[in-house]
Nanobody, 124 residues
């Protein structure tokens, strides 16, 4: 069973930047599509960004386009999310996930493997 562990969350001022990392426990990661999600209190998780294992196709949710960048470092079995121009509405728990579903459809919301999450708080 592959495990995912997020890091890099924290408190940042509006307009600031953070980089989230997600490290996988096995090299199975390198053959899976991967994504970042976020969850607001009392709400369902929503997909923020997704990148397929080839690195060719990427998806971004409209609110983060132009501000967030998803990338992979397969040599270190790591998924990254560079976040800039952060806004208070980006405050949420962020999760990484991996699976075989395609990023080009909403099916990636059903990814199999999930991390425990890392909190991002943006102050105004």
């Amino acid at each position: 069973q592959m495990r995912l562990a997020e890091s890099g969350g924290g408190l940042v001022q509006s307009g600031g930047s953070l980089r989230l990392s997600c490290t996988a426990s096995t090299s199975r990661f390198n053959t899976l599509n991967t994504a970042w999600f976020r969850q607001y209190p009392g709400k369902e998780r929503e997909g923020v960004a997704c990148i397929e294992w080839t690195g060719i196709y990427q998806y971004y949710d409209d609110p983060v386009k132009g501000r967030f960048t998803i990338s992979r470092d397969d040599a270190n079995q790591t998924l990254l999310l560079q976040m800039s121009g952060l806004k208070p509405e980006d405050t949420a728990m962020y999760y990484c996930a991996a699976g075989t579903q395609e990023c080009s459809t909403q099916a990636f919301l059903q990814f199999t493997y999930w991390g425990q999450g890392t909190q991002v708080t943006v102050s105004s």
